[in-house]
């Protein structure tokens, strides 16, 4: 079982920038992906971003060239830096772990950002 708690949320101007992380904790040896998602009010939750335990990464394509997703080296750690950021990049964001096909979700970080 991996556990996953994210940080970094918070209130932003449009053209900002922040990093979300997200620590992970339990049975991370056997994590084969990890991810960010987002949910808006009233839409469906998608996916932002994904990196695998080799390191290849995928992109939404709206968020391609400005948010990027990374692991710590000792894999314990995800982040997302999210620069030039809009106010359609408003939701929730939830980091994701793939493991044996089974998911494991984070409680969600808020990100608001204002126009």
């Known amino acids: 079982q991996v556990l996953l708690v994210e940080s970094g949320g918070g209130l932003v101007q449009a053209g900002g920038s922040l990093r979300l992380s997200c620590a992970a904790s339990?049975?991370?040896?056997?994590?084969?992906?990890m991810g960010w998602y987002r949910q808006a009010p009233g839409k469906q939750r998608e996916l932002v971003a994904a990196?695998?335990?080799?390191?290849?990464?995928h992109y939404a394509d709206s968020v391609k060239g400005r948010f990027t997703i990374s692991l710590s080296n000792a894999k314990n750690t995800l982040y997302l830096q999210m620069n030039s950021l809009k106010p359609e990049d408003t939701a929730v964001y939830y980091c994701?772990?793939?493991?044996?096909?089974?998911?494991?979700w984070g409680q969600g970080t808020q990100v608001t950002v204002s126009s």
């Open positions: 994701n772990s793939q493991q044996m096909g089974l998911d494991y």
């Open positions: 990196i695998t335990s080799g390191g290849t990464t």
């Open positions: 339990g049975s991370i040896f056997s994590i084969s992906a």
